[in-house]
């Protein structure tokens, strides 16, 4: 066999695994997203049917909370909460603002405790009661919309290092077709 018949094979081996990769990156690209369009749409959908919104701007919900916490709510004033980051502020910063206030930054493991030694006492009921609410809404907020939200950002970002990977290598393989034509 010749070099130049030994070359030509190499490159078509090298050129049908150029192709192999390319439809590979293409496929992983189109599932990532997939996940990412049905991650965030989910979390948007979901969090829309809830009908929270951030409050609006100079309202007193807002100025009456401290000034860390108003920046970061204050992006969002008076927006319906739909995205990720949006149930990530509303969580931290809007809500978590407020339990922290309930039973002097108690938080509802602590307060349960004591109201599980003092059962008459009608305050630290009420607020065992506000604490186990708001921390259950702050936590379905960040573990549901926040986190399921940056998996679907994520998988956004591998799809598209995978279409820009089948991109290059469809590059590759259309040099090595160029290569082998000028082998004959």
């Known amino acids: 066999m010749s070099a130049k ?5 190499v490159d078509k081996v090298f050129i049908l695994l ?28 979901e969090l829309k049917a809830q009908n929270i919104y951030f409050p609006k701007k100079d309202s007193p919900a807002l100025t009456s909370l401290g000034s860390e916490d108003r920046v970061e ?21 809007y809500i978590g603002a407020h339990l922290r206030d309930i039973a002097d930054g108690k938080t509802y493991s602590e307060v349960s405790e004591l109201a599980r030694q003092n059962p008459d006492d009608a305050a630290l009921q009420s607020q065992k009661n506000a604490l186990f609410q708001g921390e259950t809404l702050r936590g379905i907020l960040l573990g549901t919309g926040y986190a399921f939200w940056t998996f679907g950002m994520i998988a956004k970002y591998a799809a598209l290092a995978a279409f820009a990977g089948a991109a290059a290598m469809l590059l590759l393989v259309l040099a090595g077709i160029r290569h082998l034509r000028k082998l004959k």
């Open 5 to 9: 018949t030994e070359r030509k094979a």
């Open 18 to 45: 150029g192709v192999a990769a390319t439809v590979a990156l293409l496929v992983a690209g189109a599932l990532a997203w997939y996940g990412y369009s049905f991650a965030t749409n989910m979390v948007s959908t």
């Open 73 to 93: 709510v204050e992006r969002f004033a008076g927006e319906q909460l739909a995205t990720g980051e949006q149930a990530k502020a509303y969580a931290n910063h």
